[in-house]
């Protein structure tokens, strides 16, 4: 099991405060991405209105994240939440660039550090 990381975790509470957080980079089984940290219902909301922008199926899938941002953050939180991510190195199937959100679950963090 995974130690919690109360730093790891203040990082994240502060940027759910204050709306935007810092860029930072995170090893998470073996996979280095690098992105910036978002407050939770920033992240959901920004994905339910580009799903919502290309229409339907997606329009489905938009109503989900409209949902998840609806609701309050968990603490201490699961997820790591970013944006304007890209994959620096590892054994992954994931693209270079992987856009504007990601989501990483703190179980999986090995390593991080902010810049």
């Known amino acids: 099991m995974t130690p919690r990381d109360d730093l790891l975790i203040d990082l994240?509470?502060?940027?759910?405060?204050?709306?935007?957080?810092?860029?930072?980079?995170?090893?998470?089984q073996g996979v280095v991405i690098t992105g910036r940290i978002a407050a939770h219902r920033h992240w959901a909301s920004q994905l339910a209105g580009q799903l919502s922008d290309t229409?339907?199926?997606d329009l489905r899938f938009a109503e989900d994240f409209s949902r998840e941002a609806g609701e309050t953050p968990e603490y201490?939180?699961?997820?790591?939440?970013?944006?304007?991510?890209?994959?620096?190195s590892g054994s992954s199937s994931?693209?270079?660039?992987l856009g504007e959100s990601f989501r990483v679950p703190l179980?999986?963090?090995s390593a991080w550090s902010v810049r």
């Open 55 to 57: 229409g339907l199926p």
């Open 12 to 28: 994240i509470n502060r940027t759910e405060m204050e709306g935007e957080g810092p860029r930072i980079t995170v090893v998470a």
């Open 94 to 97: 994931l693209p270079a660039a």
């Open 76 to 88: 201490p939180p699961a997820f790591l939440h970013l944006q304007g991510c890209q994959l620096i």
């Open 107 to 109: 179980a999986t963090i």
